[in-house]
């Protein structure tokens, strides 16, 4: 395991466009978050120290490489640790390395559990909330990830214009990209998991940034990846050449609610109380494999109507 010299201290900007980003794009931001480390199977913090993937983590990248095999990218990125280029070349994306793209600098905390660091504190500290502390590297805020973020996508939106963008990094890293593409806080990335070997879909709906697909892999996710509670019991095989399962196994389907976000008409409540053809894990190993996700809609009384993930 390596530490090499990447972090928030050593990028040089590259200089900006000389003009503003693209409305409403037409290509899709496809972000693929790296295979299984040993340490993001204990749940260790795991920011620039150089990991290699597990065996199992190396069956997760070459699972994601499937799941986007058909699209066509005009730009493919990855972060310069092992453990993304690695899963770029064995989901077979040949892929131009970008600094940027780097896992956020835990400092102090780089190495070491939620669960140790909230021992020593004796509160509910999360990275998110309250922050690293320096360590064997300066670390970073969560506002300073948000900025090498926001660089990478003044890099890539124009790109959306002529295709696809692929960028292959850091669950963390990934999360925080997603909150500052949708024009949220860089916090709003606390209240999205995203877990090893899966890919995600963003894109332009209605003029809007929204999320197509998000989290898909091969496993189901029980538990959020960081809690450490990976390995036996934490995932389910969904999909796959030899799956048996019932093509409605990982659909779970909508609830009727109370609230202001209420469907109201019949038509719209059958659709989204049974699962889509397209959830079948046969249709789903049939081509095109493109990753797409209902959008959000409105009722007939210009109620919204929400999908459920």
Known sequence: MTRPEYGCGVFTNDPLPDRPAPDNPTGKLVL???GETEWSKSGRHTGLTDIPLTAHGEDLARGAGELVADYDFSLILTSPLERARRTADLAGLTAEVDPLLVEWDYGGYEGRTTREIRAELGYDWSAFTHGVVRGQTPGETVEEVAGRASRVLTRVL???????????????FLRILTAVYLRLAPRFGAQITLDAGSVSVLSFYREQPAILSWNYGRALPLVPSESGATGQGATRTVFGPNSTMSPTWSWRPRRRSTSPFTVTRPSMIASLTSPPESSSPANFMKGPRRIMSPPIGMSSIGEVVMPEC
């Open 32 to 34: 693929l978050r790296h």
């Open 158 to 172: 124009p790109a959306l214009t002529e295709g696809d963008v692929a960028l292959v990094a850091h669950g963390h």
